[in-house]
């Protein structure tokens, strides 16, 4: 459990957020957590409950309000993943997420220095662990890949060692003075995100990256309906039988992402960040109660 | 069987035959991409380290690993007899693979020893032990060495330091995981 001090430190992190977002003139929303049917992400195991599953991220429905005409909208809430649990990793989480409409990448990307600035600003005692101030380090995936394992990734995609090269090859020197923007990925590892143009093999995707720790995925929203249902029956080919829940495909959404003209949203984990502003190196220090504290 | 997923530190998992336990332990899993359990193991009989990085869809077989209560009988050279406290088996185990432990080893001593594949591998030593001083120099006053220990001898042949109140025919109190001197126990 974490100490008074740290208690209040977690809680002068959550209104500072929110203080940002309210000063950016986004709009506060929230959606279900407990949800019918979830985006099918091959890697992500949904935790039931009851006829329902909890969310693994309210992606789905925060594009819903951009297609009813949010502009600027962003959602604190906590999310669900099954099987998930490390330093870095818990089975529920605390995820922020923003969208922004008609805007790309881009956007979001300066919307990261921003906040990380006004985090660091805000928060007594922050001990970032990188300047926040100097030009952040990008890189594109495919530099990351030549730099650090002197092979393509799309070498590394097709050899099924692209997750073990980031990992154990690339992650460790990534934002190291700065934070790091790795970005344009490969479309295969981006199912709901727009190509960067219509021929392009990769889309318009980045994750934030501070002192090695994955802390946001952001991309350019996929708008084109039948290329995203394509991209989910791709997914759930590859889901292994076992967590393959249905075939079904979202028709709502679906439906809805063909009304949006241009979007952008990103997913951020508010432990994680916490932690770094607490200079922890463990969700153990930032996490109000451990897997071990609770009654059994 | 195992999944990739019960993988955590101090997991014991066979591979090739040969019992493992995982010293570190990391999960990974890239944003989108898939789980990745990162391991450190070290092998219970040879000791060898290896790294190894597995995914969820792995699965492992559990060591056919067994503790039984023993008393330590005596040694005969380097061979370390033991006899189980229930059926009265006897079976011996090498200095080599008794390590560190020969130090604390005192005749009719309860301890665990680890079976794999009905074979010994290991002891697990009580905590604490007490044995007796057998040789202990006086403690010289304005001794240049500047530190407030000396070294002395316990029955077993073992050698470590302890204040200078101790003295030869003490009874001492050792910790088994670090072999140093805890207090010294009246009788």
Same mark, same amino acid.
Not at chain 2, 48 to 56: G, I, K
Not at chain 2, 63 to 78: D, H, I, S, T, V
């Given at each position: ?60 429905? /925060? ?31 605390? /995820? ?12 979001? /990307? ?187 | ?187």
């Amino acid at each position: 459990m974490l100490d008074q001090k740290r208690l209040h430190q977690r809680a002068a992190f959550f209104q500072a957020i929110r203080r940002f977002f309210h000063t950016h003139g986004f709009l506060e929303v929230d959606t279900p957590i407990r949800q019918p049917l979830v985006i099918p992400e091959q890697n992500i195991i949904p935790i039931p409950s009851g006829t329902c599953f909890l969310q693994s991220s309210p992606e789905m429905y /925060m594009k819903r309000l951009l297609a009813a005409g949010c502009e600027k909208i962003y959602q604190i809430c906590r999310c669900f993943r099954y099987g998930e649990h490390g330093r870095l990793h818990r089975e529920e989480f605390v /995820m922020l997420e923003w969208y922004r409409l008609d805007a790309d990448y881009t956007s979001l /990307m300066e919307d990261c220095v921003k906040l990380l600035q006004f985090i660091h600003s805000e928060i007594v005692a922050c001990s970032f662990p990188v300047s926040l101030h100097e030009g952040w380090e990008k890189l594109t995936v495919e530099e990351a890949f030549q730099r650090y394992c002197s092979i393509s990734s799309g070498t590394a995609l097709e050899q099924g060692r692209f997750d073990v090269l980031l990992v154990e090859n690339i992650e460790p020197y990534l934002g190291r003075q700065t934070p790091t923007i790795l970005y344009d990925y490969p479309l295969e590892l981006a199912s709901l995100a727009r190509p960067k143009n219509d021929s392009s093999k990769v889309a318009e995707r980045f994750e934030l990256y501070v002192a090695g720790v994955e802390l946001a995925n952001g991309f350019s929203e996929l708008t084109d309906s039948e290329q995203q249902r394509s991209r989910f029956a791709e997914e759930y080919r590859k889901m292994d039988k076992f967590h393959r829940r249905s075939e079904k495909m979202p028709e709502l959404f679906l439906q809805d992402i063909g009304k949006i003209n241009q979007a952008a949203g990103i997913a951020m984990g508010l432990d994680r960040l916490f932690m770094l502003c607490a200079g922890e190196v463990s969700l153990d220090g930032a996490v109000t109660f451990q897997p071990e504290d609770l009654d059994m | 069987m195992l999944a990739a997923s019960d993988l955590r530190k101090g997991l014991k998992i066979q591979i090739d035959g040969q019992p493992y336990i995982i010293t570190h332990f990391e999960f990974s899993k890239p944003g989108k991409g898939q789980a990745l359990y990162r391991c450190k193991m070290r092998n219970m009989i040879t000791g060898n380290q290896f790294s190894q990085t597995y995914r969820s869809n792995e699965k492992f077989e559990k060591p056919a690993l067994e503790e039984r209560k023993m008393q330590f009988l005596y040694n005969q050279g380097e061979e370390y007899h033991f006899m189980d406290t229930e059926s009265f088996e006897q079976t011996f185990l090498s200095k080599e693979q008794l390590g560190d432990n020969v130090n604390f080893l005192q005749d009719n001593m309860e301890l665990d020893v680890l079976f794999f594949d009905e074979k010994p591998i290991d002891v697990t030593l009580p905590i604490f032990v007490s044995l007796l001083v057998t040789v202990a120099d006086p403690w010289a006053k304005g001794d240049t060495s500047g530190s407030d220990t000396k070294p002395v001898t316990v029955e077993t042949g073992y050698g470590l330091q302890v204040p200078p109140f101790v003295v030869e025919g003490d009874r001492i109190q050792i910790d088994t995981r670090t072999g140093a001197y805890v207090t010294r126990v009246k009788d």
